[in-house]
């Protein structure tokens, strides 16, 4: 079965850095595009970035270009978030997500979630 | 950037109630729509896709439907279980938007 497991969260100060990993088992990891999505604590779910199955094309919501980037290795059927220059806002549940249909980079829904890895940005 | 207005944003039922949930896209998304439930502590997880396709494994109590760029999840009989938030989401263009969501809670 599908599994996604987050890693690497924690407590940050503001304007440092984190690389958030997103280990993936259970399909063909390098035939699907990816997705981080984050949720401020009580708050809503926010689209963060999405990569392409060959890692070709990548997308960003306004709020992190420039301070975001999503990467993948399909050999090791990992993803990848590197978060530069870390603000108060962007304390948050992180969590990958995988698409229903491959080779889709949008179109379909997030089919299978991570558990979430939570970043607190705080000094 | 395509915004998503769900209402309403919590409303309590009843155990056996019908429950409607409505989401309007700022501009057309065809079909693009999907509704996921999230329970506290959980990751969000997919009931209808492509605005009126049930998820595999999911009740057929929960359907979608679309009128134009409104849509509807409907809960034909709430269960126990469905106590949580629910939201929509645009898969139609970049940047994916969701809606607010609506909590739903035990009257």
């Known amino acids: 079965q599908v599994q996604l497991v987050e890693s690497g969260g924690g407590v940050v100060q503001p304007g440092r850095s984190l690389r958030l990993s997103c280990a993936a088992s259970?399909?063909?990891?390098?035939?699907?595009?990816m997705h981080w999505v984050r949720q401020a604590p009580g708050k809503g779910l926010e689209w963060v970035a999405l990569?392409?199955?060959?890692?070709?094309?990548?997308y960003y919501v306004d709020s992190v270009k420039g301070r975001f980037t999503i990467s993948r290795d399909n050999s090791e059927n990992t993803l990848y978030l590197q978060i530069n220059s870390l603000r108060a806002e962007d304390t948050a549940v992180y969590y990958c997500?995988?698409?229903?249909?491959?080779?889709?980079?949008?179109?379909?829904?997030?089919?299978?979630w991570g558990q979430g890895t939570l970043v607190t940005v705080s000094s | 950037d395509i915004q998503m207005t769900q209402s309403p944003s919590s409303l309590s039922a009843s155990v056996g109630d019908r429950v409607t949930i409505t989401c309007r896209a700022s501009q057309s998304i065809s079909i693009y729509l999907n509704w996921y439930q999230q329970k506290p502590g959980r990751a969000p997880k997919v009931l209808i896709y492509?605005?009126?396709s049930l998820q595999s494994g999911v009740p057929s109590r929960f359907s979608g439907s679309r009128s134009g760029t409104d849509f509807t999840l409907t809960i034909s009989s709430l269960q126990p279980e469905d106590f949580a938030t629910y939201y929509c989401q645009q898969s139609y263009s970049i940047p994916l938007t969701f809606g607010g969501g609506t909590k739903v809670e035990i009257k």
């Open positions: 259970g399909f063909t990891f390098s035939t699907y595009a």
């Open positions: 997500a995988k698409v229903r249909n491959s080779y889709d980079n949008t179109g379909s829904p997030f089919d299978s």
């Open positions: 492509a605005a009126s």
């Open positions: 990569i392409s199955y060959d890692g070709s094309n990548r």
